[in-house]
């Protein structure tokens, strides 16, 4: 039985350091790809695009739920003291902010599509209403 327990124990220290370096990994290579991605929408030739915009947007939410819930995860993993059970506060904050940024960065990365679809319409209206840079700032 003891050689049982000790592997037990032994496995239990091996998913919790494999847990920890998988948090820290996610935080370093997200950060710098949507740091990358973010310095690419950002050149001067794809600032007057509507469509670059919404990938704008959708990267600074895809960054923020990377960074904020996985640190938020890693610390407290590391720590050891788990603020979910304490503070009531702290929970919904946690599970509203790793639920809402995802699907925010979703719903940006749809709208971006839809402009495509628009520019590429038969109708002259909506191609125009596209071309406006000017709009996506103005409805989000």
């Known amino acids: 039985m003891s050689t ?7 496995v239990s220290i091996i998913m919790g350091h494999i847990s920890y370096s998988i948090n820290i990994f996610t935080i370093i290579f997200g950060t710098i790809g949507g740091t990358c991605t973010l310095i690419t929408y950002t050149a001067a030739q794809f600032r007057r695009n509507a469509c670059v915009f919404y990938l704008l947007c959708a990267n600074s939410f895809q960054m923020i739920s990377i960074i904020v819930p996985v640190s938020i995860r890693a610390l407290v993993g590391y720590l050891g003291d788990n603020l979910e059970r304490q503070s009531l506060f702290f929970c919904k904050f946690c599970y509203f902010a790793s639920f809402t940024l995802p699907h925010l960065a979703t719903l940006y990365m749809l709208l971006s599509i839809l402009d495509r679809y628009l520019v590429t319409s038969s ?3 909506y191609r125009a209403r596209t071309r406006d840079v000017t709009i996506p700032y103005r409805d989000t």
């Open 4 to 10: 049982t327990d000790a592997y037990d124990t032994t």
């Open 123 to 125: 109708k002259a209206k």
